[in-house]
């Protein structure tokens, strides 16, 4: 049991990528972003509840047309305005109202704007580390984590950003936890595997609160205990700059440090010539040759 | 075996075991025979004799006895009633000259072995492994690395570094009472160095004195109670041993004053007390001349000035080279006064001091190293993660704002149902998947071989290996096969490998393969020494059809 001063903070990211909901809730009507969002509520929920002093933050990551965020720190020791109507704990009831109303908001304000359709996850990561670094430097330490609940594919133009953001989570002992709806996410395994979260793709969506509930819910201290799902294994190859191939052996440029699959004279990214030394050519030793007759 | 001796002591009535006899010091051995025979039952070596050890003073029994290197010792009783301590004191002296000769020939080395074996278990493993259970021989294995080992030696012994004085060696001598009116002082090895390297008029005196007129205790006793070592210096005019030593060490530093302190920035003869009384401050006019002195002053300043002295002969004796070096050598010469004078260098130090004092080197203009800017052609590159270029499925415009309507529509009407989240037939499902066992949880069983294969497996695989790249570090440096000697060694190095196949890495697989480890853990060891092997068979085959 934690102790009473300690404070765990989870922040949970959630892609509400509108046109790969839109899809889904065709493709599979029995998930959508409606139930997606009640499993997150529960997940939040337990959480709060788990601990008098845990606090939870969600936020609402939102495609890359329009930068609007939701966020929200939710504290038990906030004063509820509002008795609850079914006789539930003032705090939860509050948190669901204030979800439930904002992802309406948010939604009615969308509107479409050109074609990219990629989710901004690196830009929601580097907000939800400001605001737990803006609560941690407000009040006493606490320990937190974000939970990441992805649905679309990963954008390759946010990886710069990405693993920035990453390197910042560990500095600031931030877990990064992974959630997977669809298709496997490398930047976020890596991010697991660097923080030291956990990663996991779910095969059933339906089931989503079950494994929120299960794997995520209890802290780094927790998890040692328990038996939960091992490790993926990452891959870390760099890819090659020409091809974007992953490599494993290759050639790297000494000055620019830009990786190749193949030796070329010249490195393309600064220009720079190379010269590969060959091995000398042994001379065939003439053989003297006898005088005819 | 006989070889050369002369006979250097011969000791009658010596018993051994219970036997008397006569004992023999030659030139490279002693020995011991029975009384009446004609040849000797105990025999040693100098070389072999570790140490000697003689009977205590008080004792009935006059023994000797030497221990070996081995171990074992061996005693002999002198037992002639009127000449047995002088016989005794006559051996041990002689064997205490002998035995330093030969004892650091023969076992240098071995110890110098046992050493390296001590310091590096790694290098004691391989050890081990190679030469106890024969694959090499000792002398091979010793090849390599005792050249290294003798050269340090011999660099370090020319490179020794000489023990420096403490100033406070004086005081640290402590003086207790005796219990009744004296004083009982303790002088060390080390003290009596460090006064003779300070003082030399000290040493002269020793020299001279000891051990024809006096002995060593006397000397030293006198110089505790000669005024020369108390504080106040007083020459009583007596004729002491040591107001020679005054009298030089005042000349001393009369000739150390004149010649000053060669650092030009250094300005001695402006420190000067000017005070117009105790607490009153400085005085700005010309100091009252030396005549004026109380008293007080006047011990005052002998002991400031055997301070001074004191610490001037011990930085002197320090900068002093301990063989007596010749003149280019000497740069700092004649700090104690008493040798060579040093004019010829004083325009070089001078030079350097006044540079000192006028540059600061952080104020130089930077002048570092000339750099070339790095000049980038593509930056995107870096930018983009090694996540390979995949095709995404491009969604058309008209699936974009279908979605995103259909979404607004389902967000419009939303309601939180908690407690309809899911079926529990979804949720038993999940907890199987996510139980032991389960379909999440199968990379979980799939252990690395670290954590299936027992420890001290492991760590004789690791023991195999460091063998097997000593030898094979060894097979192919032979290569290119220049010289016969390289033949020879690519030959031998080729059997030891084989032997070493046999005896060790063949029982190792027979072993782990005896507790059902189903990997073969040395597959890769077999791989480097087949390796190896056909090198060695295309070789041979190369020289055989260069022959014919």
Redesign the interface.
Known sequence: MASEDEISLLVIVVDVN??????Q??RQPEF????C???V??MA?SHLVMTRTNKLAIIAIFIIWSFIFFSHFFDSRDEPSLGSSDGKYELLSVA?DL??EE??NL??R?Q?KG?Q?DTLLAGSLAKSLCCILKKCLAGQDMKSRILVIKAA??C??Q??N??NVIFAAQKQNVLIDACVLDSDS??LQQACDITGGLY?KI??K??????LL??FLPDADQRSQL????P??VDY???C?CH???IEIGYVCS??L?IFCNFSPIC????TAFKIPLPQMIKPKKKKLKAAN | MHIQYEVLLVVKKVRQRKQDGTLYLMTERIAWGPEGKDRFTVSHLYADIRCQKISPEGKAKIQLQLVLHTGESTTFHFANESTAMKDRDAAKDLLQQLLPKFKKKANKELEEKNRMLQEDPVLFQLYKDLVVSQVISAEEFWANRLKLSSTDHFSSNNNKQEVGISAAFLADIRPQTDGCNGLRYNLTTDIIESIFRTYPAVKQKYAENVPHNLTEKDFWTRFFQSHYFHRDRINTGLQDLFSECAKQDEKGLKSMVVQGVKNPMVDLLSLEDKTLDEGYGSLTGPSTSNSSKTVKENSNSAIIKRFNHHSAMVLAAGLRKMDTSSDQASETSSTDGNSRDSDTFQPPIKKVKLQEAIEYEDFQNETGPKTIA?????FD?????????QS?HY?T?Q??????????E???C?????TQ???SS??S???T??S?GG???Q??AHQTVSQLVPVDIQSELKHLYTAAGELLRHFWSCFPVNTPFLEEKVVKMQSNLERFQSTKLHPFQGKIQREYLSSNLISHLEEMIQAAYNKFHAWQMRRMMKKT
């Open positions: 509108p046109i790969w909901w839109g899809q809730g065709q959508t972003l409606s139930k969002l009640d499993a509520m529960v929920n669901n979800i439930a992802i309406k939604m009615a969308t479409v074609h359709t594919e990963d390759a133009l990886y710069m990405f693993m490398g930047l996991l095969p059933q339906i089931a989503l609160a079950q494994y299960w794997v038996v939960l799902p091992p993926v294994h190859r760099a890819a700059f974007r191939n992953l000055v620019c830009s393309t990214t600064c220009e | 790095l000049k980038l052609k593509k590159r870096y930018s983009h993660g090694p996540v390979p270029l995404h969604s415009s699936d974009i704002i279908s979605s995103v309507s259909c979404i607004q389902e967000m419009s939303y309601k939180p149902c908690l989240v899911m079926s979804a949720a499902s999940a907890i998947a996510l032991p379909a999440l949880m990379t979980g």
